[in-house]
């Protein structure tokens, strides 16, 4: 078995895992799911973007009664033909299949669109449909910047139409009762909220010169992205790793964890102040195809609230007994969420004093506020998508303006931190997790970022130009996502 081949068993398995941990949960919410049966009522689905995580949407409407999926759409067509053969052996018409969204668009039987493509696809794919009268199931993060998530809101607003966010812990019971006990003031006053996402990954291969498969329309495939050659060997899902394309763990596993710190927090718009450091670092990581961070760590300062959030692709031990997940700091005690659908409560000498878990049926809450039409009846409304996903991009945009700094003007600056009283002990765990994986910090030195100022009224920054800049990106046409007040 190759390295790269031993990567991806890795990381599917991981994958197979998560899911797993959820369905039995979801299955126990079957009954509460009142399906229709009747043909009139069916709902037509067309998914898009189907070889990794769309498989799933592909699972969750063609086990629906009440639900067809119509049409397959994605720009490989070798990847959509197999599913399209394998939706026919399951609900006994084959869809159809485009390699082109605008062509499944035209459609006027359609009723939803669901998405689940590389990233930068993500806005511009929502948007579309719902400008053609679709509603839309947008995966995690709902954008590649900041402004792309605030359009998608206004589009969905505009035009009435349903649009839920793919972080499904907001449908998971466990989660959920640990937010409400977080919230009910059970340990005490929670001001800081610690997501983390110690996610252990591989380097992608070598940079090169790399030619995208025969079967894919590679034009489409870009789509808002600039045209520019493949240089990673593994042509999918590695895309997360270079920043065109995707947003690192920070917007890739890490937006399910962020969007629980917030929630939890009880925090509804973007953070007042943000600051990050990391890097891409260790062997073969220093090296390789991509430019996200494998080791990064994020301060947004909302007033007299912080939330600290914490990416580790190497090897790490767990914290907390918790490897991805969220701890609610509390004067009486913590609450730490251990997957997407359990949780445990400890007191202030971290023994257990409760336990929560259960899970639920993301797709069956969306399919339920398209029957009521009332956006108010999804768990994850779209604007709870933008504001998870664009704290993700704002820790990005401080982190990409990193400079190089030595361990001890890293530990000078942590000393001086003052919007949050851990940056010390954070930045110790930071250190002490890279020499154990052998990190050498004066040959690849940590990227300190910029602390940002950002105002969460009109979401932009302040006096920062360079991460102004980061707010939208330079669309190829047509592929262009609507401005403010264009949508």
Known sequence: MTTRTRRRFLEDSLMAAAAAAIAPAAMATAAEDKQSSSPS???????????????????????????????????????????????????????????????????????????????????????????????????????????????????????????????????????????EYVQSGKIGEVKLARGLCHRLRRPIGK???????????????????????????????????????????????????????????????????????????????????????????TIHEFGDKTLVFEVRNMKTPKFLDSHVGVIFYGTEGYVVTQSYSNAVVLDKDQKVVKKFNGGGDHFANFIKAVRSRKHTDLTAD???????????????ASYYQGKKTSVADMKKWANAYQGDENAVDTLDRTLAYLADNKVDLKKTPLALGPQLTFNPKDETFVDNEVASQTLTRNYRKPFVVPKAGEV
């Open 207 to 297: 940079p090169g010169n790399y030619p995208p498969p025969k079967s894919v329309d590679y034009s489409l495939y870009l789509g808002p992205a600039q045209m520019a050659p493949v240089t990673r060997p593994q042509f999918h899902y590695d895309w997360h790793w270079q920043s065109p394309y995707g947003n690192g763990d920070l917007g890739n596993q890490g937006i399910h964890q962020m969007d629980i710190a917030r929630w939890g927090l009880g925090l509804d718009q973007l953070s007042n102040r943000v600051v990050s450091y990391g890097g891409r670092l260790g062997k073969g990581w220093d090296c390789d195809a991509g430019d996200t961070a494998n080791t990064n760590v």
């Open 382 to 396: 779209i604007l709870e998508g933008h504001l998870s996903s664009a704290l993700c991009h704002t820790g990005n």
């Open 41 to 179: 009522e069916k709902l037509a689905v067309a998914v898009v973007g189907v070889r990794g995580r769309g498989n799933s949407h592909i699972g969750a409407f063609v086990n629906r009664k009440d639900t067809e999926i119509t049409i397959i759409c994605d720009a490989d067509k070798a990847v959509g033909e197999k599913r399209a053969d394998e939706i026919a052996k399951k609900q006994g018409r084959r869809p159809k299949f485009v390699q082109d969204l605008r062509e499944a668009l035209e459609d006027k039987s359609l009723d939803i669109v669901s998405i689940a493509t590389p990233n930068y696809w993500h806005a511009l794919g929502a948007i579309w449909s719902i400008q053609a009268g679709k509603d839309v199931y947008v995966e995690k993060p709902v954008s590649h910047n900041v402004s792309e998530g605030r359009r998608i809101v206004e589009a969905a607003r505009k035009y009435k139409k349903i649009c839920q966010t793919g972080t499904q812990c907001r449908s998971m019971k466990g989660t959920i009762d640990a937010i």
